[in-house]
């Protein structure tokens, strides 16, 4: 059996969806659980082939609902487990992923995002953003990146394993149908012979020594009976959470400084962007660039100090405000105004933002 | 350091554009240049009509999909009308000269049109199944992305476990690149 998936540094070109494989044998993933949905067959495709090499498993199910508590089965066995999903079975996926904030559990989901509602296509959107951030009923108690590159869908998708088994809270990464199918190069690499530590895995059950005298009991629970004890549970996540989220909110920005209007989008929509503002820049327009690379939770105190001084965001997304939303609540009370453009289901260009600044400028 | 040349393919199912933008793609790849391929997807398997978006470049390169192509290429009758929208002043737009009563629906607006005979030679001089691979020569010249060399090594890459059976099909290969160059640059 080959000892490591990836010796040193290569550069690739391959799928998105090739990448996020790579990414989770590198991350040292044991287990992924799933059911096929476009665009992201191919995570499944391209683990069942490589996982086999290196001792890994996969376990086919027979539904969503079914490879998310599989998946979190997993991780209270002690396994580096993960699952991947896209639109319809994003849906089914919140039960299970519901379960995981109330058990604490470090599942990774990985979405490649399709459009909605329904079946709707099965192309592209970014209109999983407010079901990923928040779906399920609770309180949002998990962590989402929001990638833009393959590059990042590497990082960001070792990175996910991390953050999950350090705090403890379900972790997605949150690509969308075009990065799913884009080939694009990027460098993948052994995240440990670049100084990164792996964070191990461990079971949640069995540990050694008396429960109540050597450590403390393990109750795993999604039931209370007393609302005050589920209240009470609820404060010390929440407690947990807020003192994780400065920790680990991530953004990209530029050219915000002296910006009378700030073009802020996440994932791919970020490249238009980021091509648009430069066009733009060097065209003498006053205008600026800021991106969440965590849509759960916001880096809320950049957004807010860039909301005070900044007249206008204009709010670039693939869905009908589903950003907006997030960035209005972070930006509460901030005097800048908010212009949207909102293409649900559909790509945006750099040639698109490039105009709609232009006619927003007048 | 030139700027990005975007390049959008279309043609029939099995016409191989799919197959055209990747091979281009890595090789540009294999160049060390930036590259970015996508192709459209939906739920069908067949009937519709398949397009490629195609970006190389020396920076990395932005949103995957773009509104006006440098380079459109279009292969049947229906990919002519789907592509026409990708058309500005500054477009190469070439179709295949063997579809027919097209005239009335090619774009007013590009900055050249070409009409090459691809479907024709292959079916004649060389063999229908390297037309997209005329076609790959016919990009590679009309881009100039990546060096015929580079493109022969992509193909190379590809097919090399059939040409290791076959020879006679690294010839057929290497010849429908060369002429597909040639196509174009006569046209030009």
């Known amino acids: ?362 | 350091m030139g700027k990005t040349v975007k390049v959008l393919l279309a043609g029939e199912g099995g016409q191989g554009v799919q197959s055209v933008a990747q091979i281009i793609a890595e090789a540009a790849n294999e160049e060390g240049r930036e590259a970015l391929y996508i192709p459209n997807f939906g739920v069908e398997q067949r009937g519709g009509v398949s397009v490629a978006y195609l970006q190389i470049g020396d920076e990395p390169i932005g949103a995957p999909k773009f509104l006006t192509g440098d380079i459109v290429i279009a292969l049947s009758d229906r990919a002519v009308h789907r592509t026409r929208q990708y058309v500005g002043p500054q477009t190469l737009f070439v179709y295949d000269s063997s579809i027919e009563n097209i005239e009335d629906a090619l774009p007013a607006n590009a900055k050249k049109i070409l009409a090459i005979p691809a479907l024709d030679v292959a079916k004649k001089e060389l063999h229908p199944r390297v037309f997209n691979i005329i076609i790959m020569g016919a990009v590679v010249k009309a881009t100039e992305v990546v060096s015929e060399a580079d493109a022969k090594k992509a193909i190379e890459k590809k097919l090399g476990y059939k040409f290791e059976k076959n020879p006679k099909l690294r010839e057929l290969n290497y010849k429908a690149i060369e002429r597909g160059m040639e196509l174009v640059a006569r046209a030009m």
């Open chain 1, 1 to 362: 059996m080959a000892d490591k998936p990836i010796e040193g540094e290569k550069r690739v070109f391959m799928t998105g969806n090739e990448v996020v494989a790579w990414a989770a044998l590198a991350a040292k993933a044991e287990i992924m659980y799933g059911y096929p949905i476009t665009p992201q067959n191919e995570i499944m495709h391209y683990w069942t082939r490589m996982a086999p090499k290196f001792g890994r498993e996969f376990l086919q199910t027979e539904d969503e609902l079914s490879a998310g508590f599989t998946t979190a089965g997993g991780v209270l066995a002690g396994r580096k487990a993960f699952t991947a999903t896209a639109g319809p079975g994003n849906t089914l996926m919140q039960e299970p992923m519901s379960m995981a904030e109330a058990m604490r559990l470090p599942v990774v989901v990985v979405v490649q995002q399709r459009g909605g509602p329904s079946t709707a296509t099965v192309i592209y959107s970014q209109q999983e953003v407010t079901m990923t951030t928040m779906g399920g009923n609770g309180e949002g108690l998990r962590v989402v990146y929001s990638t833009a590159t393959h590059q990042e869908l590497f990082d960001y998708t070792i990175k996910a394993f991390n953050t999950a088994w350090k705090y403890r809270f379900p972790t997605f990464v949150l690509g969308d149908g075009y990065q799913a199918k884009m080939r694009e190069s990027l460098t993948i690499y052994d995240p440990e012979a670049r100084g990164v530590t792996l964070l191990p895995a461990e079971a949640y059950l069995g540990k050694p020594g008396t429960p109540g005298v050597d450590r403390p009991p393990a109750q795993y629970r999604n039931t209370y009976n007393v609302e005050e004890e589920l209240y009470e549970v609820l404060q010390g996540y929440f407690k947990d959470y807020e003192k994780m989220a400065p920790e680990i909110a991530e953004f990209d920005a530029f050219d915000t400084e002296d910006a009378d209007l700030v073009v802020i989008s996440h994932g791919v929509v970020s490249r238009a962007a980021k091509g648009a503002v430069k066009e733009l820049r060097a065209a003498g327009y006053k205008v600026g660039y800021f991106r969440p690379i965590t849509l759960r939770p916001l880096p809320v105190k950049e957004l807010r100090a860039l909301g005070g001084r900044t007249k206008q965001f204009l709010v670039a997304e693939s869905a009908n405000g589903q950003l907006a939303r997030l960035l209005k609540e972070a930006a509460y009370g901030c005097p800048v105004e908010m212009l949207p453009m909102y293409k649900p289901g559909v790509g945006i260009t750099t040639e698109e933002v490039v105009a709609r600044v232009k006619e927003i400028a007048g």
